[in-house]
């Protein structure tokens, strides 16, 4: 699903003041993502950002390309209760965000933890 139906599906997200892990993650074919967890559902979830061009404008700045909503997947990974248990399961991630299979060392620790079954 994209972004919009995601929060469409559930208006408390909308609302919900949500956390951020991160915007770098990376998978092994170099796809990046971004991982958020959403504080009135405890939702984990991982959305896929498209790589966009990035042109320069008359004045002389570069910007990204606008993101097609639809290329903006939104992946739920699973519940985790508390803003706390989320940094206890993902204790590291910065350093693992940065890696080239971060994605994978973080879906890694979530099934270890039981948030995660795919």
Not at 30 to 45: K, N, Q
Not at 94 to 114: D, F, I, Q, R, Y
């Amino acid at each position: 699903m994209n972004i919009e139906e995601f929060y469409a599906q559930d208006e408390r997200r909308r609302a919900s003041s949500e956390i951020e892990f991160g915007r770098d993650w990376r998978d092994v074919g170099g796809t990046r993502y971004e991982l958020s967890w959403v504080a009135d559902t405890g939702e984990l979830y991982l959305m896929r950002e498209p790589v966009t061009e990035v042109y320069e404008d008359p004045l002389g700045d570069f910007a990204p390309e606008p993101a097609n909503l639809d290329d903006l997947v939104v992946t739920v990974l699973g519940v985790v209760t508390t803003h706390e248990r989320v940094e206890e399961i993902l204790v590291g991630w910065p350093e693992k965000m940065a890696g080239p299979s971060g994605v994978e060392w973080m879906l890694g620790v979530l099934k270890a933890a039981g948030v995660f079954t795919p």
